[in-house]
């Protein structure tokens, strides 16, 4: 009996890591640094989305995923002109024009808002890798959906370049009930966390940071 039992209790420990819960690593690197004048005294205005040849085939099966859900919705072909979309929309939108409302979102969350002043910056995002979890591995071990690129940040009145940084955005699932909780949006979650670790390079925050800016942010009703 006792053979019994420690022969299952060691079944679960083997199989204990292909049922995890998603995990995520998440990594920033400062390659130009921001001059302090401009830390945690800017906003951002407009965001360049460049997709480098390293990511152009994922790409393209994603944007067509995003174009199939827009026909599903019953939505018009996506005109940059037309109004801003909402963000139940953001899933429906080509790459490149969901990323910087996604970034805009995020960095105002983080107080780095037109009203509070500071410098205007634009930024010019290199996508260098985009990924997505492949069932089968992840059911077995484990597979990760991935982001990641080059960050320049560009004065927007003189559009000299003063700084720029490398994200990486990693998220790791493993087994059914890591799956299940990785859920939809898996592009726009990237994205999401990948706006998260830039507003903390131009803020010069830290993850305990991260609940005052949102509540200073909320009672100012921004």
Do not use: C
């Not at 460049?50 to 019953?74: F, H, I, P, Q």
């Not at 996506?78 to 024009?97: E, G, I, K």
């Not at 484990?142 to 700084?163: C, F, H």
């Not at 299940?180 to 994205?191: C, D, H, I, Q, S």
């Amino acid at each position: 009996m006792k053979r019994s039992l420690l022969a299952v209790t060691l079944l679960v420990a083997v199989i204990a890591p292909a049922v995890s819960t998603p995990a995520g690593a998440r990594q920033r690197t400062v390659i130009e640094q921001l001059p302090p004048d401009i830390v945690d005294n800017n906003y951002v205005r407009n965001v360049e989305v460049v997709v480098a040849d390293t990511a152009t085939k994922k790409m393209a099966e994603l944007e067509t995923k995003a174009g199939e859900k827009r026909s599903e919705a019953g939505l018009a072909a996506y005109n940059p002109a037309a109004a801003p979309p909402s963000r139940d929309q953001y899933a429906t939108l080509p790459f490149a024009a969901m990323m910087p409302y996604v970034m805009r979102d995020v960095t105002r969350k983080w107080g780095l808002t037109p009203e509070r002043g500071g410098k205007p910056v634009d930024l010019r995002v290199t996508i260098e890798n985009i990924k997505t979890a492949n069932v089968g591995m992840a059911m077995l071990l484990s597979s990760a959906d991935e982001l990641s690129g080059e960050v320049a940040v560009i004065d927007a009145e003189t559009q000299k370049q003063v700084g720029s940084f490398y994200v990486q955005v990693l998220n790791n699932h493993g087994g059914l009930a890591g799956m299940a909780m990785r859920g939809g949006g898996v592009r726009e979650k990237l994205v999401e966390e990948f706006a998260l670790e830039s507003s903390r390079i131009l803020t010069g925050s830290t993850k305990q940071d991260w609940k005052k800016r949102i509540k200073t942010t909320e009672q100012a009703g921004a």
